[in-house]
């Protein structure tokens, strides 16, 4: 008899950690205000805010990626169970597209108030991958209906 959890080997990898990374993320986000100024030498009321620019970026950018992170999560885990088509899957892929296109425009705007380039170059990799994220969830869908008949017709 196979072992499941043999089976699930990658997909239980990539899980935990994917929660490693959800942990690593909400503790950036509770230091930021003690890692900003250690990394770049700016203190809330300096010149030109750049404390608070980094930290509203880097707050925004966490609080997207979590929501990410945690469907990412239940992907690996409808993997592990042999479930890897079909609708939540594919539902699964399609908030992550939208995280990221939201994360993408909000790069784009970000671009006009830190004035960095790597902004813009952020805002176009996420959209191409928001982009790629809807294409592979319509394909998960269609996948999950040929499953769906083929298992019918035997």
């Not at 990394?39 to 750049?50: C, D, I, K, R, V």
């Not at 993997?79 to 425009?105: D, H, I, T």
């Amino acid at each position: 008899m196979d072992n499941p959890q043999k089976k699930r080997g990658l997909s239980n990898l990539l899980e935990i950690l994917l929660l490693i990374g959800m942990v690593a993320v909400l503790a950036v986000l509770v230091s930021l205000p003690w890692t900003i100024p250690a990394l770049t030498g700016q203190h809330p009321g300096m010149e030109g805010n750049w404390f608070y620019k980094h930290l509203t970026v880097l707050l925004v950018t966490g609080i997207l990626v979590e929501p990410m992170l945690w469907q990412a999560r239940s992907l690996m885990r409808r993997v592990g169970a042999g479930k890897p088509f079909g609708a939540p899957v594919s539902r699964a892929l399609r908030c992550m597209g939208v995280e990221c296109l939201l994360l993408a425009a909000f790069y784009a705007v970000a671009f006009f108030w830190l004035l960095r380039v790597i902004m813009l170059a952020l805002a176009a990799a996420l959209t191409v991958a928001g982009l790629m994220l809807f294409v592979f969830a319509e394909l998960m869908q269609q996948a999950g209906e040929y499953k769906k008949e083929n298992d019918m017709t035997i």
